[in-house]
């Protein structure tokens, strides 16, 4: 049956309309399912029976199912999650002190095969669609027990290469009928898609951006990631001083340091000189490796020698460290240790 996350609230009014039903129910079913966090059409109590039969004929709310739970020993859970037609994605919840923040994925696999990240491994599968964008941030808040505040689009895939599905699903996550998560704690991650940073700057969304840029110069970036052969780093910056210019808002640039590769003062240097006279962040993320791969992080020391020297510089610069380590919790380990283990399997069957 038609997801009906898929949505808007003023589609479903249409729709609402369409059959006769009072549109004011609309936000009726809207509370029930992004703030009440509603499982089925029968536990929305207030609606008249008549109605709930009518959604339970015409519509589902869940189309997916938990095939994993994972919890790590700093809080984080991460869910591996298998969609109607088998694909499987990622979700992870980031608990802090301060802060309940959700990482979303926007595909099912990705077809830009950055070098450090698994979620490319298994190559794209397909888009996710509104609902199931909407689906992962409905089971995180209720791992959540309802106060989860901030959301990242920093899960599997790319979020400009599924724009409209993504916009749609940022827009109902925004808004005070659904989950009512303010803009400027929701964030954007992106690879260096041009058009995607281009037509975001147009959107009136006070969201944030952040660009994994992870070099600064083309041969090491081309190296770490392919996209940069399309979009290289002149027209990157270029686009995002545009997008910064537009919107009045920072842009922040994720790091990623890996030894030898991009770790050194030299490379900070770089750093430097490419984001003179741009107001802008930069996150530092030490490597959390695949078990496959001989790249490893910095060491500490070489990791405070590298953001201090950046601060000196007058770049407001950050070190992040990764989350969830012992339950594969960066992007794609889960999802591809789960189809390697099921290949496994098939293996063994077949002999």
């Known amino acids: 049956m038609p997801d009906i996350k898929e949505l808007s609230l003023e589609e479903l009014k249409e729709r609402f309309n369409a059959a006769g039903i009072r549109p004011f129910h609309a936000e009726q079913v809207f509370a029930w399912i992004y703030r009440k966090m509603a499982g089925t059409f029968r536990d929305m109590s207030d609606l008249p029976a008549s109605l709930r039969e009518y959604l339970s004929s015409d519509f589902s709310i869940y189309n997916s199912v938990v095939a994993h739970r994972l919890v790590s020993r700093d809080g984080t859970v ?4 298998e969609l109607a037609d088998g694909n499987m994605i990622e979700s992870v919840l980031i608990p802090t002190e301060r802060r309940m923040t959700g990482c979303i994925s926007v595909q099912a696999g990705c077809g ?20 199931e964008i909407l689906e992962q941030v409905c ?30 699903a940022v827009r109902i996550i925004n808004s005070k009928e659904s989950f009512h998560i303010g803009a400027r704690r929701i964030t954007i ?3 260096g898609i041009l058009p995607g940073i281009a037509r975001l700057a147009g959107e009136g969304l006070q969201v944030e951006l952040s660009v994994s840029l992870h070099a600064a110069d083309n041969e090491i970036r081309s ?53 003179k006279g741009m107001g802008c962040k930069v996150n530092l993320i030490p ?7 001989e790249w490893r992080p910095p060491s500490a020391a070489e990791t405070a020698v590298f953001s201090s020297f950046l601060r000196r510089q007058g770049i407001q610069a950050t070190v ?9 919790a960066a992007c794609g380990q ?18």
Request: proline share 5%; aromatic share 6%; charged share 20%.
């Open 320 to 328: 992040r460290q990764p989350r969830g380590r012992d339950i594969e």
């Open 139 to 168: 089971r995180l808040q209720k791992e959540a027990g309802g106060r989860l505040t901030h959301l990242v689009f920093m899960g599997t895939g790319e979020p400009f290469n599924n724009y409209d599905n993504l916009i749609k």
């Open 223 to 275: 190296r770490l990631m392919p996209v940069n052969e399309i979009y290289p780093l002149a027209r990157l910056l270029a686009a995002c001083r545009v997008y910064s210019r537009k919107t009045g808002r920072q842009v922040t640039f994720e790091y990623i340091l890996i030894k030898g590769i991009n770790s050194s003062l030299p490379n900070a240097v770089k750093l430097c000189k490419m984001l």
């Open 189 to 191: 991650s992106t690879s």
């Open 78 to 81: 991460k869910l591996l999650s």
């Open 112 to 131: 830009l095969r950055c070098a450090f990240c698994a979620s490319g491994a298994l190559g794209l599968e397909r888009n996710l669609n509104c609902g």
């Open 287 to 293: 490597l959390n490796p695949l078990p496959s791969m």
């Open 334 to 351: 889960l999802r591809l240790q789960y189809a390697q283990n099921r290949q496994v399997e098939r293996c063994v069957k077949s002999q």
